[in-house]
C-alpha cells in the first residue's frame, strides 16, 4: 500500500511557458498532500501543505500566484508553475499523508528543466 | 539554527562495518521522528519510523533521545546496497508538515 504516482516524470519548457504537475495517491485517501522543492545537494524544502477542497497553506518566499495548487479530491493534487524561468528548475516532489498518522509517503518527483 | 540538523557527510565505509548517525533537533515540541532513505535523483522512500522506546528492523536499529533532542540510525553489516543518502526527518509540533535534514550520505565500499 501506500503508493503515490506522479506525473511528468521529467518535463523540458521554454521559459515564460507553465508546467502542471499532478500527484496521486493511488491506494488510499490523502487528506493532506505536501509539494516540496530540491535544488542539487540541499534538503527537500517544503513549498505549501495542501488538505483536500481548501486553500493550499504556502511557506514563507514561495510565490502563491506562481505556484498554483489545486488539491480537488482525496486522490489528486496539482501544482502548476506558471510562467516558468530557469531558476524554477528542479525537483518538484510531492508527498501524501493520511494512511499512518503524519508519515509521508513520496511521488517518485518530476525533474523540471527551463530553458 | 536550523530545526533539523545533520552532518552531510560523507561517511565512506567498507563493506560489513556498523555506522551510526545523528540528528538533532530543535523544535522541542516535535513528536514525530523518521529516517528516509534517497537514491541519487530519486524520491526520499521511508526507512522506519523513530519510537521513543526504539526500534528496530533488521540492520537498522533507530534511537529518540528527547532529553538531548536527538535521533540516532544504526546501520550494522552494511552492504553496498545500503548506499543513499539518509534523511533525518521530525514533524513541526502538531502542524502536519515536517521538516527534513539535509542528508547524510553514506558510501558502503567493497
Known amino acids: 500500500g501506500a503508493v503515490v504516482s506522479q506525473h511528468p516524470s521529467r518535463v523540458i519548457c521554454k521559459s515564460g511557458t507553465s508546467v502542471k504537475i499532478e500527484c496521486r495517491s493511488l491506494?488510499?485517501?490523502?487528506?493532506?498532500m505536501f509539494w516540496y522543492r530540491q535544488f542539487p545537494k540541499q534538503s527537500l524544502m517544503l513549498m505549501a501543505t495542501?488538505?483536500?477542497?481548501?486553500?493550499?497553506?504556502?511557506e514563507q518566499g514561495v510565490e502563491k500566484d506562481k505556484f498554483l495548487i489545486n488539491h480537488a479530491s482525496l486522490t489528486l493534487s496539482t501544482l502548476t508553475v506558471t510562467s516558468a524561468h530557469p531558476e524554477d528548475s528542479s525537483f518538484y516532489i510531492c508527498s501524501a499523508s493520511g494512511l499512518e498518522g503524519d508519515t509521508q509517503y513520496f511521488g517518485p518527483g518530476t525533474r523540471l528543466t527551463v530553458l | 539554527r536550523k530545526e533539523v540538523e545533520q552532518d552531510p557527510g560523507p561517511f565512506n565505509v567498507p563493506e560489513g562495518a556498523t555506522v551510526a548517525f545523528n540528528c538533532t533537533y530543535s523544535n522541542s515540541a516535535s513528536q514525530s521522528f523518521f529516517w528516509y532513505r534517497q537514491d541519487c535523483r530519486k524520491e526520499p522512500k521511508l526507512l522506519m519510523s523513530v519510537y521513543s522506546s526504539g526500534n528496530e528492523d533488521g540492520r537498522f536499529t533507530a534511537q529518540l533521545n528527547r532529553a538531548s533532542q536527538y535521533i540516532s540510525l544504526l546501520i550494522r553489516d552494511s552492504k553496498l546496497s545500503d548506499s543513499a543518502t539518509y534523511l533525518c526527518?521530525?514533524?513541526?509540533?502538531?502542524?502536519?508538515?515536517?521538516?527534513f535534514g539535509i542528508g547524510t550520505k553514506l558510501q558502503v565500499i567493497p
Open positions: 491506494d488510499f485517501q490523502a487528506t493532506t
Open positions: 526527518v521530525g514533524d513541526s509540533g502538531g502542524y502536519q508538515k515536517v521538516t
Open positions: 495542501s488538505n483536500e477542497g481548501s486553500k493550499a497553506t504556502y
